[in-house]
């Protein structure tokens, strides 16, 4: 049964900095591409930022771009995002999602699993 489960989030001010973690199993970890996506209330879930299987592609939203770094530890079967200069927009529940191939995706359709979030509150 593959598990995907977040930490990291919490309260933070404007300009502040968080890093989300994502730990995986019951999944061949390197085989899979990871994701991050993020839902505010009200909205759907929008994309965030993915990398590739062995970490050698990365993409992100242009809302996230040079604030936001995804990276993956391979032997802890572990996915990170690095959040920093943090605004109020950016408040979500944070979720990771693992896809059935080496290639990520900008699609929430495209992840066959997902955690369950991880609330991320930055105030003004």
């Known amino acids: 049964q593959v598990q995907l489960v977040e930490s990291g989030g919490g309260l933070v001010q404007a300009g502040g900095s968080l890093r989300l973690s994502c730990a995986a199993s019951?999944?061949?970890?390197?085989?899979?591409?990871m994701g991050w996506f993020r839902q505010a209330p009200g909205e759907e879930r929008d994309f965030v930022a993915t990398?590739?299987?062995?970490?050698?592609?990365?993409t992100y939203a242009d809302s996230v771009k040079g604030r936001f770094t995804i990276s993956r530890d391979n032997a802890k079967n572990t996915v990170y995002l690095q959040m920093i200069s943090l605004k109020p927009e950016d408040t979500a529940v944070y979720y990771c999602a693992a896809r059935d191939y080496i290639l990520g995706a900008v699609s929430v359709g495209e992840y066959a699993y997902w955690g369950q979030g991880t609330q991320v509150t930055v105030s003004s």
């Open positions: 990398i590739s299987s062995i970490g050698g592609r990365t």
């Open positions: 019951g999944l061949t970890f390197n085989m899979h591409a």
